[in-house]
């Protein structure tokens, strides 16, 4: 991913040459995003960009210049945007005030979840965007086949699939006229994918029973686990592995006694930053798992099967790619593979 993102600067400069076919974004463009119809006359030229995997494609865009504020950030930016995102003011590490997107006088406000700009915007609502003029656009991911009206982190009625993302990126470089971009980084994205599935390909450990661990309010208290149509169970049905959580909630509190029951042989923990709860901490997490007389007893406790996942990767974003590279190669140094 790292090394495949680090080129695409120079490889974009070379695109235009390279696709002369491509035809050029007419405008206005209308796009069907999210329930609302967005017009955009011209390629908006100064965005702010609500959640670290939003900002994230747009970056992978060859964007970053036209980004003036940014917000919702779970760890560091990718290692070859850092120098990029040094520059770029942050409004928030997590929600940011309405007033101070407006402040940046944005013509576009991109956003990752539909909590923080949508009918129930934590920043906004879309609506009071539009009144000012101000286009916005929503990750695809957060609202196709998905209800986030219960104020928490939403539940999903289908498989997340990676679609979605290829559908942001597409959707994304024709807004801004670089579909010679979105292009590549959708044929690497698959490639990337396709690669990491066959490397466990005839794994013993299909049907594998695995839990996804986000956080927890309180470390001692029920869990914020991945339900089963996120980007976790996307990950999981990639490689063959099987969610120990049937709900369709996003990331629902579930009790360790009832994932006790399940007993997962591999359990994946969220790494970030963040510290919001004391069990954003992988090392908290961890320590919990070996003391705590329920969870000592898991087969994955017992046998140390943690597999150490970057949050963004638990999320809809180009990082779920990332995601089932990283459990693959987990899976394997387990010893779970022919």
């Known amino acids: ?13 070379l695109i235009g040459l390279a696709a002369p076919g491509l035809a ?3 405008y206005p463009l209308t796009v069907s995003n999210c329930g609302k119809e967005v017009t955009f006359r011209k390629a ?3 965005i702010v960009s609500i959640g670290q995997g939003m900002t994230e494609i747009l970056f992978s865009l060859g ?16 290692p070859q945007y850092a120098e990029a995102n040094s520059k770029i003011k942050r409004l928030a590490d997590n929600d940011p005030s309405f007033e101070s997107v407006v402040g940046q006088e944005p013509d576009l406000v991109a956003a990752e979840f539909e909590w923080h700009v949508g009918a129930q915007g934590s920043v906004g609502k879309r609506e009071q965007f539009e009144d000012l003029g101000i286009n916005t656009y929503l990750s695809p991911a957060d609202c196709v086949a998905k209800v986030n009206t219960d104020g928490g982190d939403g539940v999903r009625k289908e498989l997340f699939t990676m679609e979605l993302i290829y559908r942001e990126i597409a959707e994304l470089s024709e807004i801004f006229d670089v579909k010679e971009r979105g292009d590549a980084l959708i044929t690497e994205l698959k490639k990337r994918e396709a690669d990491a599935v066959a490397s466990i390909s005839g794994a013993s450990g299909k049907n594998l029973p695995v839990v996804f ?3 927890s ?4 208290g029920d869990a914020f686990i991945a339900g089963k149509n996120g980007a976790p169970a996307y990950i999981l049905k990639a490689i ?3 969610n120990v959580v049937t709900t369709e909630e996003e990331w629902p509190l579930v009790g360790w006694e009832t994932i006790s029951e399940a007993n997962p042989a591999v359990i994946v923990l969220a790494t970030m930053d963040r510290r919001r709860y004391a069990a954003d901490d992988p090392e908290v997490k961890i320590d ?15 046998n140390r099967r943690f597999v150490m996942m970057d949050a963004q990767s638990m999320n809809p974003t180009i990082r779920t790619i990332d995601g089932i590279e990283t459990l693959a190669k987990g899976i394997k140094s387990f010893g779970l593979t022919q």
């Open 1 to 13: 991913m790292r090394q495949f993102l680090a080129t695409m600067t120079f490889a974009f400069g």
């Open 24 to 26: 050029a974004t007419q």
């Open 44 to 46: 908006p030229s100064k």
């Open 63 to 78: 964007l970053a210049e036209k980004i003036t504020g940014t917000a919702v950030w779970v760890g560091p930016v990718l």
């Open 213 to 215: 661990w986000f956080s």
């Open 217 to 220: 309010k309180e470390v001692n």
């Open 240 to 242: 063959g592995a099987r």
């Open 288 to 302: 919990f798992l070996k003391k705590d007389p329920v969870t000592k007893e898991l087969d994955a406790v017992k």
